[in-house]
């Protein structure tokens, strides 16, 4: 009876042995039918003359594999705005959202504006901001308003009068409002920045 005891659990084994080397087996040849193509579907049509060769650069380029562009918005050249707003300064970038334009109101103090918002005691909002220059959308038309240029005196040929350091351009950090206007511009972003962040 000890001797029958080994011969059931080894015919057992087999047998379990057995089942699994079939169903591996099975399944490697159902994975092998799904890879390889059956003779009743038709084969791809390849163009006579062409086959696995080179291929030119037009053909890759036509593809579009990385989609079709898209058209930017379009500036058109609007006329200068008569309202009485000072452009003092831009931040101008590809991305419209991170763009911001430093626009005082007459002789108010400046404020950073960015696309899509209304300047403070207008009618007008900044449409795009410009490396030079600011569009404004105002009662379903554009206007711009562009950077002021500074005013650079001429002088006559045979001038000899020498400059004293008084009468040339001091640089611009000495120049008084300046550094707090840049300040308050620095300000502003770093708030609306902050308040964009917790949306």
């Known amino acids: 009876m000890l001797r029958q005891r080994p011969t059931l659990a080894a015919s057992i084994n087999l047998a379990v042995l057995a089942v699994v ?17 059956s003779a009743t579907e038709p084969a791809a049509a390849v163009p006579a003359g062409r086959g696995p060769g080179p291929v030119s650069l037009t053909e890759i380029v036509n593809a579009q594999l990385f989609g079709r562009p898209t058209a930017g918005p379009v ?28 626009i005082s109101v007459e002789s108010g103090p400046a404020q950073a504006y960015r696309v899509g918002e209304v300047i403070e005691g ?3 909002r900044v449409q795009a901001v410009q490396a030079d220059h600011v569009v404004l959308e105002r009662g379903g ?41 840049l300040e308050r511009f620095r300000e502003e972003l770093k708030k609306r920045g902050q308040q964009a962040a917790s949306q």
Do not use: C, F, I
């Open 21 to 37: 080397v079939y169903l591996l087996a099975r399944s490697g040849l159902d994975l092998y039918r799904s890879w390889k193509p």
């Open 75 to 102: 500036v058109v050249a609007a006329p200068e705005t008569r309202l009485q707003l000072r452009l003092s300064g831009v931040m101008a970038s590809n991305d419209g959202r991170h763009a911001a334009a430093v």
């Open 122 to 124: 207008t009618d007008a």
């Open 141 to 181: 038309r554009q206007e711009t308003l562009s950077l002021e240029k500074p005013q650079l005196q001429s002088a006559e040929v045979g001038d000899t009068e020498p400059l004293d350091d008084a009468s040339l351009p001091q640089p611009v950090s000495e120049e008084p409002g300046k550094e707090d206007m």
